[in-house]
């Protein structure tokens, strides 16, 4: 179980990097799973970019799609770090997008059941 406080290496020109306006940030961790490696490839030529990773590159720590306005996914917890008049990097960036991608009033309607 990984716990507590890693470095993460931004792949430059990335939704990350652009977020954090770093190349290397730390993050707190709580979590058992990894990234599998024997995969990272195959993915990443079906367009998954390995965002960040450790600074020795053997472990993924965030991965994005190349293709989709804001898919991002983080081995690590942002949530730990964010505050209402403080928003992670991730978070305030993911609002951004959200605003720019869908206006309000233009979201389409939700198929709900009328059995509900």
Same mark, same amino acid.
């Given at each position: 179980?990984?716990? %507590?406080?890693?470095? &993460? ?7 990350? !990097?652009? !977020?954090?306006?770093? $190349?290397?940030?730390?993050? *707190? ?6 990234? +599998? ?6 993915? %990443?030529?079906? %367009?998954?970019? !390995?965002?960040? @990773? #450790?600074?020795?590159? *053997?472990?993924?720590?965030? &991965?994005?799609? !190349? ?5 991002? %996914? @983080? ?10 008049? *403080? ?13 720019? @991608? ?10 709900? $059941? #009328? +059995?509900?």
């Amino acid at each position: 179980m990984r716990l %507590g406080l890693y470095p &993460c290496k931004l792949l430059p020109n990335t939704r990350a !990097a652009t !977020a954090y306006k770093d $190349s290397l940030v730390h993050e *707190r961790h709580r979590h058992r799973f990894e990234f +599998n490696n024997e995969y990272r490839e195959l993915l %990443g030529k079906a %367009g998954l970019i !390995a965002s960040g @990773t #450790s600074p020795d590159g *053997r472990l993924v720590e965030i &991965c994005e799609l !190349a293709d989709h306005p804001w898919m991002i %996914g @983080t081995q690590f917890h942002p949530e730990f770090t964010s505050r209402p008049n *403080r928003p992670h990097p991730l978070f305030r960036d993911f609002i951004e997008m959200a605003t720019k @991608t869908i206006r309000v009033g233009d979201q389409r309607p939700l198929p709900l $059941s #009328s +059995n509900a």
